[in-house]
């Protein structure tokens, strides 16, 4: 059973720039959640989705967006990047039971540098 | 007060010795709670989940839950230098069928040879 496939791996933008993640869940999987990794940070959860919805949001400006496709993927996208962008983000895919989601299995991560 | 603090280390112990994870939350509402390994430049990996009060082992790892003190703990006996990693405590509060996920910092783990 493949894992969560996050790509790229490796990204490098200029300030002002826009950019797109994609992350493909485990196959069955219909809970996707975005998260931004920085050293000083931690983990910080950007949002769910759920069925093609979004189902949970966390702090972030609305230059954070994202989207899931009726195959479970998803694209996250970062608009008019800031140097502060730069961060590992991280994708993980989780199944339902009843409304609630299981464990979360995370991607690889795209490596994002804002230049 | 953050809503999952972890002290971020670094914890330093012997290998072979067993290794103890901290982790307190704020949220007395919290349902389940996780334990994940980080290696250096790689993703968070799940290592044990648990979801009621008491204690749970799944090899040289245990999960030790307290909900009344909103604390959960993670032991590793025998501990590896393979071991070395950073440690997160993750805590999901369920409401209205939405979840909300925290993260806590992490605990950076040394194992010594």
């Known amino acids: 059973k493949a894992g969560v496939t996050q790509t790229p791996r490796y990204l490098i933008k200029t300030r002002g720039q826009q950019v797109t993640l994609s992350c493909s869940p485990i196959s069955g999987h219909r809970s996707v959640s975005w998260y931004q990794q920085t050293p000083g940070q931690g983990l910080q959860f950007l949002f769910e989705?759920?069925?093609?919805?979004?189902?949970n949001k966390g702090n972030f400006p609305g230059r954070f967006s994202g989207r899931q496709f009726s195959n479970s993927r998803s694209e996250m996208n970062v608009s008019t990047l800031e140097l502060g962008d730069s961060a590992l983000y991280l994708c993980?895919?989780?199944?339902?039971?009843?409304?609630?989601?299981?464990?979360?299995?995370f991607g690889q991560g795209t490596r994002l540098t804002v230049v | 007060q953050k809503e999952v603090e972890q002290n971020s280390g670094p914890l330093s112990v012997p290998e072979g010795a067993i290794a103890s994870l901290n982790c307190t939350y704020s949220?007395?509402?919290?349902?389940?709670f996780f334990w994940y390994r980080q290696y250096s430049g790689k993703s968070p990996e799940l290592i044990m989940s648990?979801?009621?009060?008491g204690d749970k082992e799944d090899g040289r790892f245990t999960a030790q839950l307290n909900k009344a003190s909103q604390y959960v703990s993670l032991l590793i006996r025998d501990s590896q230098p393979s071991d070395s990693a950073t440690y997160l405590c993750?805590?999901?509060?369920?409401?209205?069928?939405?979840?909300?996920?925290?993260f806590g910092i992490g605990t950076k783990l040394q194992v010594i040879p």
């Open positions: 949220d007395r509402g919290s349902q389940s």
């Open positions: 993750a805590v999901i509060r369920y409401s209205g069928g939405y979840q909300k996920v925290t």
């Open positions: 993980a895919s989780s199944s339902i039971t009843g409304d609630l989601n299981t464990e979360a299995f």
């Open positions: 648990i979801y009621s009060n």
């Open positions: 989705y759920f069925s093609e919805t979004q189902r």
